[in-house]
Antibody, heavy 123, light 111 residues
């Protein structure tokens, strides 16, 4: 069974940094693309960032470009999101999501999700 | 503000069929078939319902189907059930600086 467990969220002041982690199990982590998706209170889903299985392709939403950095450690089955210069509008529940796309599949779709970790940016 | 457009809400009675639209442009929805749909019950993790416009992952009911015409993709729920009441989001590859985008979401109510 695929499991994704996010951690690292919390209350942080504007302008500060936070690093989110996602621990993966139940599948060959290093074979799959991974993403971060967030949901602000009362709002819809927003794609934040994605990283290919081999870290060769990376993407960011315009709203976080230059401030957030996605990375992965395939040896530790872990995905990370380094968030710098945080703003109140970054307040959201952050989900880690596994993609169907892999070293062996050309399909795209976020087929497994964690329960999320809450980030609150406030003074 | 999302680059994709969805109706804010759709409702139907049990057993009926409803359709949710997702309208984009020739750069996203109309430019390829990397369109997926997600069901989200409040407080739970989102669930992939369809990918590549109309493909169902294992375990998803065949009451859920998808199609696309031009710049608009659609999700149809047949034989509406109480458990289908949730928020539904479309997602598309954009080919732009932000490669993936979600629609604003549609709240489905079962009357």
């Amino acid at each position: 069974e695929v499991q994704l467990v996010e951690s690292g969220g919390g209350l942080v002041q504007p302008g500060r940094s936070l690093r989110l982690s996602c621990a993966a199990s139940g599948f060959t982590f290093g074979d799959y693309d991974m993403h971060w998706v967030r949901q602000a209170p009362g709002k819809g889903l927003e794609w934040v960032s994605g990283l290919s299985w081999n870290s060769g392709s990376v993407g960011y939403a315009d709203s976080v470009k230059g401030r957030f950095t996605i990375s992965r450690d395939n040896a530790k089955n872990s995905l990370y999101l380094q968030m710098n210069s945080l703003r109140p509008e970054d307040t959201a529940l952050y989900y880690c999501a596994k993609d169907l796309h892999s070293s062996k599949s050309s399909d795209f779709g976020f087929d497994s999700w964690g329960q999320g970790t809450l980030v609150t940016v406030s003074s | 503000q999302s680059a994709l457009t969805q109706p804010a809400s759709v409702s139907g009675s049990p057993g009926q069929s409803i359709t949710i639209s997702c309208t984009g442009t020739s750069s996203d929805v109309g430019g390829h078939n990397y369109v997926s749909w997600y069901q989200h019950h409040p407080g739970k993790a989102p669930k992939l319902m369809l990918y590549y416009v109309s493909n169902r992952p294992s375990g998803v009911s065949d009451r859920f189907s998808g199609s696309k015409s031009g710049n608009t993709a659609s999700l149809t729920i047949s034989g509406l059930q109480a458990e289908d009441e949730a928020d539904y989001y479309c997602n598309s590859y954009t080919g732009r600086s932000t490669p993936w985008v979600f629609g604003p979401g549609t709240k489905v109510t079962v009357l």
